[in-house]
């Protein structure tokens, strides 16, 4: 089972890129040269000051906005953070949690992934959950075993129905940013070890579900090696997507 049963998702993090006014024109120019690619669907994660003009360059287009965080509390004294009654308000469908610039740079583990994520899907909104091991970890051989652990801590408590609403993106933290892509056989292998513990925590049929993204350098040229892989349904991409040719190839890549 495959595409038969997932579309694929190919969403951009444009991290902290783009002000408002330059997010309109690459969101217009996506848009535009995705508009007869229906064959997945297209995602792209703002900045938080752009989502009012990135939902509004949106509109009537194939491209969906997301958000890079959320916090895990409604609302209080939490400075700098967004709730996420605050996304849903302003249009936002989707959100990332987990990305491993939050886990590295501001101190985001397991733990609080979860309470985000638990958050979002309260809020109506759909997660990106990232998650994936860091250098040593994949030269150490326990590859299998961090990712295995972070998907069940960071999907804890979590029901099936749930599940409807969250993407995992397998992110190796060495490949992110780098120019160093997994192999579609690496990247393949450990999507579905993920799906894996998936079936385990709740059933085959939800593992079948679930969309599971590589990310980690996809670009023009690698994007339909790994898209061609079975258990890999679409790309979480940072560098190319700020960039609405290139973003727009992998777009195609995954049509097939
Ligand atoms: C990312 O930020 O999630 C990412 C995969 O970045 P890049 O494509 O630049 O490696």
Redesign the pocket.
């Known amino acids: 089972m495959k595409k038969e049963v997932r579309r694929a998702i190919i969403a951009g ?1 444009w ?1 902290m890129n783009m002000t408002p006014s330059a997010a309109k024109e690459a969101i217009g120019k996506t848009a535009e040269l995705t508009k007869d690619m229906n064959g997945c669907d297209v995602i792209l994660c703002v900045p938080f000051v752009d989502i009012p003009a990135a939902v509004e360059a949106a509109k009537g287009t194939n491209v969906k906005i997301g958000a890079q965080n959320v916090h895990f509390e409604k609302k209080g004294a939490f400075t700098g953070e967004i709730a996420g009654d605050m996304l849903v308000e302003c249009g936002i469908e989707y959100v ?1 949690i987990g ?3 939050r886990r590295q740079y501001f101190g985001e583990t397991d733990k609080t992934v979860n309470l985000r994520t638990k958050a979002a899907l309260e809020a109506g909104l759909k997660v990106i959950l ?1 998650l994936g091991e860091v250098l040593e970890e994949r030269e150490a051989g326990i590859t299998s075993e961090i990712v295995s652990m972070q998907t069940k801590l960071d999907l804890a408590g979590l029901s099936a129905e749930d599940m409807k609403n969250v993407i995992i ?1 397998y ?1 190796p933290v060495w ?5 160093l ?1 997994a192999t579609p056989e690496q990247a393949e292998e450990v999507c579905a070890i993920i799906r894996n513990v998936i079936a385990g925590l709740y059933s085959e049929e939800v593992a079948e579900g679930v969309t599971i993204q590589y ?5 023009e040229g690698n994007a339909a090696a790994l898209l061609s892989k079975v258990n890999i349904d679409g ?7 700020l960039v609405p040719e290139k973003f727009v190839q992998i777009v195609e890549a995954a049509q097939a």
């Open positions: 993090n991290k990332i990305h491993s610039e990232c993106a992110e490949a992110i940013g780098t120019g892509t990310g980690g350098s996809m670009n790309g979480l991409i940072g560098g190319a997507s």
